[in-house]
């Protein structure tokens, strides 16, 4: 395959950006869309030019490093797939594939293809967990879940935090990501003691760090790698508002 690639390149947080195209032949179709960027990288050293740097760890879509806006789409054109799992195959000989960062001013770029998203990390801290000290892991069968419960907790633990929804929602939410793990730990028995604290406490973390609101257009869900429902924000806001009135009355 023949392909221009239109890469956003920019040094550093503080400097100014542009895309720049790259003519790159002889990729395979069966390569991922990581592999192709190897190889762009290996010529671009040979040639004694800055290679782009982008984020990648897995490569199996479990950790959500490779995030990245493919022809305007987050993690590219095929759904429910995270850019590592992403092949070339999908893409035509002679194709123009535009590269970017995630578009949001809670993930500033610290280089090319890489941001920063430790936004996320403080949103964790601000509530996701459970702090109280149990000791070591209890057998697996001393508490009973329902099969419903853990089902639920399962679906929004699914979540690996890489942004996609932030970067594709018009206004910049990260509710998804956000409501994924309030809900997972909302849904199981551990998680209760500190419900309406945690879902406070996350949800103000969340707007503190610049995240925008969610105006329920779902777009989301559609950029999701691991297709997380939109279900999940609703159930936050019930949460939320239900923490809100019962603090206030307290």
């Not at 490779?66 to 305007?72: H, L």
């Not at 002679?94 to 590269?99: P, V």
């Not at 509530?127 to 892991?137: I, K, L, P, R």
């Not at 929004?156 to 594709?168: H, K, P, Q, T």
């Amino acid at each position: 395959m023949k392909l221009t690639l239109y890469i956003w390149r920019q040094k550093s947080r503080t400097s100014g950006g542009q895309m720049v195209a790259y003519p790159l032949d002889g990729i395979s179709p069966d390569m991922s869309f990581l592999e192709m960027l190897d190889v762009l990288n290996e010529q671009l050293v040979k040639k004694g030019e800055e290679p782009v740097a982008f984020d990648h760890d897995c490569r199996e879509g479990i950790c959500g490093s490779c995030s990245m806006m493919i022809n305007g789409l987050a993690h590219g054109p095929e759904r429910g797939t995270t850019t590592c799992q992403l092949h070339m195959r999908s893409f035509a000989d002679g194709d123009a594939i535009y590269i970017e960062p995630w578009r949001a001013k809670a993930f500033p770029v610290i280089k090319d293809l890489v941001c920063d998203r430790s936004a996320f990390d403080r949103v964790i801290q601000a509530g996701g967990f459970v702090s109280v000290n149990t000791g070591g892991a209890p057998d697996g069968n001393a508490l009973p879940v329902p099969k419903v419960d853990a089902e639920r907790a399962m679906d929004a633990a699914e979540c690996i935090g890489c942004g996609a929804c932030v970067a594709a929602c018009p206004n910049a939410s990260a509710m998804l990501f956000l409501s994924a793990k309030v809900g997972h730990l909302g849904a199981m028995p551990q998680g209760q003691p500190e419900r309406q604290t945690r879902v406070r406490a996350m949800v103000m973390q969340h707007d503190r760090e610049g995240f925008g609101h969610c105006t329920n257009i779902s777009e989301c869900e559609a950029a999701c790698p691991k297709e997380i429902s939109v279900e999940f924000i609703a159930q936050l806001n019930r949460d939320f508002i239900g923490s809100t009135v019962n603090a206030t009355v307290k």
